[in-house]
């Protein structure tokens, strides 16, 4: 049971074969077992889950159970969920339980989903290896001395592990498509404002996304079906009509036009990933699809770029955890600089606050013109590069990581080395395109991703592209050694 | 040495809409703390901002008010900075591209003095919540009711030249919001604040001396007094060799003095930055025409029309426009006593004088305007003496009741029975023999001055009620008739 798809559980509700309540059971008896293996989970949510599962049961009894009824979900953690702890994984938010869903938590508990916990990740997002989270990391199903990627590496971890059939994750330069890439499973980052992202932890402002990873395109389409969509809350949600991402997935892919990036290629690039990468758009060619080179001339001032924007974002954002209403306080502060220095000092790990000194060092007076601004002129040429490229062609391929999952601990005392993780990913946060990971081959027995990358709205057409090759491949329904179902 | 003032004020103005500026949540004043403010505007994590198209709205009606250019894109930005009353640890305003650009005002002083002030620009941002410092045992108090409600800061050039053009100028900007109908005008509450940019140099010194700004000045009259003892301090200090230092200062009224808050040197470095969660703020013209249509009559305007419909001088004129709720009134009151010189002279003279010592505004009165116009009627159809009613008044403003209902009570009905009056004015004279004999004596042209004594006699015996015009005629016939 376990090793099914959110499909396949969909089809056996539908056909009685277990009950919402009972695949309820199922998975939170597993996690319970499995859980200490990966650390994926860092809330269970027993209660509600058998509440929502039960709920799930009745309407389904009733008539009334559309495609994600009584199918369990995880979120995680910085969607906030009501009642329930939405730490960030931070020591800042320990103590917080949230008043109020995010949107694209109550969409997906008004589509009948059942919410089984709440997942790791990096603290507030910031990290490519869920190293930086206050409750330890996430690790590898596939090689549990590796990282799972980040910042939504327990999400990837808990669908790897099959301890969740569906998660939500979020994308700032990567955090949904380089966790799904080194776990082996399909993670897609929307275009930005196609979710809403009130209620989502702000990391990055004008770069964060949320969206579905799961172990198929199929699955993440039907995810995508209930979190997509203009939300009123959000001013930056696009105003744009919702549509059925599942439509089109069996569409053909004879014509299709293929873009690779010259510059995804260079020599630094794992031998054994971008092997794996030239073998799955030979089969697309298969598929019928046509390639041509193209090119992205500044990729490379993306990692710069991205390290000044995100991090200028943050420490704004960060700067309402102040001890004052909510989350972490120190313990007797003296006076209110005393308040502040100390809760913040305490409350924050390291990656976090470097990030805010970063920010707040490029946004200082004097430093604004030379960083923020010169940083969102390289944005605009990165957004160029893409728009002109995908003049020319449908789509854009490559490599979603430079290298397979590492070990832990293997660059936490280096950060450029970790940045350097989301070469290829971060770019589209810049851009603001939508990016989908899919498992497309192997090295060292560790996963590889194909990064498949469309423009704007395109999300349809991308989860098309990845469902037309899982229906062609087999790398999707792998199962890491050690994990049984 | 002779010295010029130099002032440019930033007045904050908190704009009427029914909800915050980026959340749902109320701005209604006076609220038990902390009971309006929502996920939003406690900076929930997770939370976003909304922008009130309302506050947009009020904006441009202002822009227009003031011959000021529209920003058809305007951006809000983030003002970075730690305070216990700043949820998010930011402020949302605008910065680079305000919602209005430069524009005008004209004023004149109670002198006579007038002046065209620009107008640098305005723009919306979000107030903040309030610290309080008492009642909590060595800690504070934050009531984050406030936090967020809408604001138009809008900022002078340094055009104003004494602390009497600064106040005129606030005035006139408190008479354009008001009339706009997009603020309250409520200074005691806070709905305007004003800071006021202050500095002296040498007369005819083009450069511009080093300037301190005054704080969160809420009071006309406060205005004049801070910038008055402001001067007189910058001044002192230079003379004595001193140097006047750029800083932040409050000016404390129970002392009349000012004092240093903070410096150039310890102010923050706001970092401003475009905030990611709102989207530029883009209008077109015809967005803009649409607002000039609802433009009411403004200040100016209704002044010019106070002096050709009513007659009014311009400086009656002025002051009865200055207050949008006062000029509201004053024409409800000439419409009803058909006297607009009248009508002019009670709104600014007794309604004025008890307003301002009972520290009241006019749009609470206890004497309204329909109260008014019935008494202005009693003077004219001679009911009662312009004396009287203004004990009528006095009733009216402690007790209530109209006019004729206080007249009838309190028997202060006009006599104007000649035939008593005769008699009353008989006795006055049978019974002041001396005042009659120096009447008699006295030149026929300086008699005229002493009927008043006799007048003084006859309203006192008969509790001020008789006709003035009466007595006199009556009076004048019967002690000359003595004369012959």
Known sequence: MFDKTLAELAQGLERGDFSSTELAQAYLQRIGNLNSQYNAFITLTEEQALAQAKAADEARAAGNAGALCGLPIAHKDLFCTQGVRTSSASKMLDNFVSPYDATIVNRLKNAGTVMLGKLNMDEFAMGSSNESSFYGPARNPWDTERVPGGSSGGSAAAVAARLTPAATGSDTGGSIRQPAALCGITGLKPTYGRVSRYGMIAFASSLDQAGPMARTAEDCAMILNAMAGFDALDSTSAERDTEDYTADLNQPLSGLKIGLPKEYFSDTLDAGIAEQVRNAVTEFEKLGATVKEVSLPNTELSIPAYYIIAPAEASSNLSRFDGVRYGYRCADPVDLEDLYKRSRGEGFGPEVKRRIMVGTYALSAGYYDAYYRKAQQIRRMIQQDFIAALNDVDVIMGPTTPHPAFKLGEKSSDPVSMYMEDIFTLSLNLAGLPGISVPCGQTQGLPVGLQIIGNYFAEAKLLNIAHQFQQATDWHKQIPAGVEV | ?484
Not at chain 2, 213 to 232: G, H, M, P, Q, Y
Not at chain 2, 323 to 343: F, N, P
Request: hydrophobic share 35%; aromatic share 6%; with cysteine.
């Open chain 2, 1 to 484: 040495m002779e010295w010029e003032v130099v002032i440019g004020l930033e007045i904050h103005v908190q704009l009427a809409t029914k909800t915050k500026i980026f959340s749902g949540a109320s701005t209604a004043f006076g609220a038990e703390p902390n009971t309006q403010a929502c996920a939003v505007d406690l900076a929930l994590p997770g939370t976003l901002p909304v922008f009130n198209e309302n506050a947009l709205r009020m904006a441009v009606m202002f822009g227009l008010a003031v011959n000021a250019e529209i920003g058809k894109r305007s951006v809000f930005e983030r003002k970075n900075y730690f305070y216990p009353d700043l949820p998010k640890g930011y402020q949302t305003t605008q910065l680079a591209e305000p919602i209005v650009g430069p524009g005008y005002v004209d004023i004149e002083t109670e002198e006579g003095v007038q002046r065209r002030v620009r107008l640098h620009h305005a723009h919306l941002e979000e107030d903040a919540g309030k610290s309080l410092h008492e009642d909590f045992h060595g800690m504070s108090g934050i009531d984050l009711n406030r936090a967020g409600t809408p604001l138009v800061e809008i900022v002078s050039e340094p055009d104003m030249r004494s602390s009497r053009e600064a106040a005129a100028y606030a005035r006139k900007i408190h008479a354009i919001v008001t009339t706009l109908g997009i603020c309250d005008g409520n200074m005691a509450e806070g709905s305007m604040r004003c800071d006021c940019n202050v500095s002296v140099r040498p007369k005819g010194e083009e450069k511009l001396g080093t300037r301190t700004e005054l704080k969160n000045i809420n009071s006309f009259r406060f205005i004049e007094r801070a910038i008055d003892t402001e001067v007189a301090r910058q001044i002192d200090l230079i003379e004595d060799g001193g140097t006047v230092v750029q800083e932040t200062r409050l000016y404390d009224p129970d002392k009349n003095e000012t004092r240093s808050m903070r410096s150039k040197e310890e102010a923050n470095d706001y970092r401003y930055f475009p905030c990611p969660d709102l989207l530029p703020v883009v209008i077109d013209d015809s967005y803009i025409e649409a607002i000039r249509k609802t433009l009411p009559e403004l200040p100016d305007a209704r002044r010019d029309r106070f002096m050709s419909e009513y007659n009014l001088s311009e400086y009656d004129a002025g002051v009865l426009s200055g207050y949008s709720a006062q000029a509201d009134y004053y024409e409800q009151v000439v419409k009803l006593s058909g006297d607009a010189k009248l009508s002019a002279n009670w709104v600014m003279g007794e309604l004025a004088k008890y307003l301002n010592q009972n520290d009241t505004d006019i749009k609470q009165s206890p004497v309204s305007a329909e109260q008014l116009g019935g008494l202005l009627v009693r003077i004219k159809d001679n009911t009662i003496s312009g004396n009287i009613a203004k004990k009528v008044f006095e009733i009216m403003w402690s007790k209530g009741g109209s006019a004729d209902e206080i007249i009838e009570a309190e028997g202060l009905k006009q006599v104007t029975d000649t035939g008593a009056i005769e008699k009353i004015v008989d006795d006055v004279i049978a019974s002041c023999t001396k005042q009659v004999d120096q009447y008699k004596a006295a030149e026929p042209e300086k008699r005229g001055k002493m009927i008043g004594f006799f007048m003084g006699q006859v309203m006192k015996a008969t509790g001020g009620k008789a006709n003035p015009g009466a007595v006199t005629g009556i009076l004048k016939q019967k002690l000359d008739a003595l004369c012959d």
